[in-house]
């Protein structure tokens, strides 16, 4: 089981759009919609932002989406803000009690 | 307020023991799996182990296997992970983390530092 692709670094200015793309494969994101995704500051915990692809927790801005088709699954975040830029991963069950879950790369999302 | 706090990271030589501890507070531990998250410098999230909430089942990324043991107690709200054989790969930022019923991890610690010499 490999980890999962994410592009290193994503940008958008303000008030913009941006997504973050994660692909797997079909023993994980294509398989499960137990796809989630956090976000993280500098040395603050990871955030949930969202679950089984595309549930927001409670709290988290409705700027927040999430989708999946096929082996891939997306993060968009609408109406960008300075406060979004952090790391993100995406997180996909795998059912393998081997690595139950995988993890992608992570992507930095600057605004500029 | 539910919250997780690491502790027990440090430095140790390639070969030696670790013992990692994780309180918890602000919500019933018992009803909850938990999990061992690490992130190794300049590298992603990576899963390292968890437990469920009763009669303990455990499971383990073949990259800890046989070296770090995760155990909880219900009664103290503790979660923790015992690193034997570590390895310089094994240095990483190791966080706790509850796991909702929709294989997500909806609480996390601030995370604890282990580095290992070679």
């Known amino acids: 089981q490999s980890a999962l692709t994410q592009p290193a670094s994503v940008s958008g200015s303000p008030g913009q759009s941006i997504t973050i793309s994660c692909t797997g494969t079909?023993?994980?994101?294509?398989?499960?919609?137990?796809v989630s995704w956090y976000q993280r500051h500098p040395g603050k915990a990871p955030k949930l932002m969202i679950y089984e692809v595309s549930n927001r927790p409670s709290g988290v801005s409705n700027r927040f989406s999430g989708s999946k088709s096929g082996n891939t699954a997306s993060l968009t975040i609408s109406g960008l803000q300075a406060e979004d830029e952090a790391d993100y991963y995406c997180s996909s069950y795998t059912g393998s009690s081997n690595l139950l879950y995988v993890f992608g790369s992570g992507t930095k999302v600057t605004v500029l | 307020q539910e919250q997780l706090v690491e502790s027990g990271g440090g430095l140790v030589e390639a070969g030696g023991s670790l013992r990692l501890s994780c309180a918890a507070s602000g919500f019933t531990f018992s009803d909850y799996y938990m999990s061992w998250i690490r992130q190794a410098p300049g590298k992603g999230l990576e899963w390292v182990s968890d437990?469920?909430?009763?009669?303990?089942?455990?499971r383990y990324a073949d990259s800890v296997k046989g070296r770090f043991t995760i155990s909880r107690d219900n009664a103290k709200n503790s979660l923790s992970l015992q690193m034997n054989s570590l390895r310089a790969e094994d240095t990483a930022v190791y966080f706790c983390?509850?796991?909702?019923?929709?294989?997500?991890?909806?609480?996390w610690g601030q995370g604890t530092m282990v580095t290992v010499s070679s």
């Open positions: 437990i469920s909430s009763g009669s303990p089942h455990t």
């Open positions: 983390a509850r796991v909702t019923g929709q294989n997500a991890f909806d609480i």
């Open positions: 079909s023993s994980d994101v294509g398989r499960y919609n137990s």
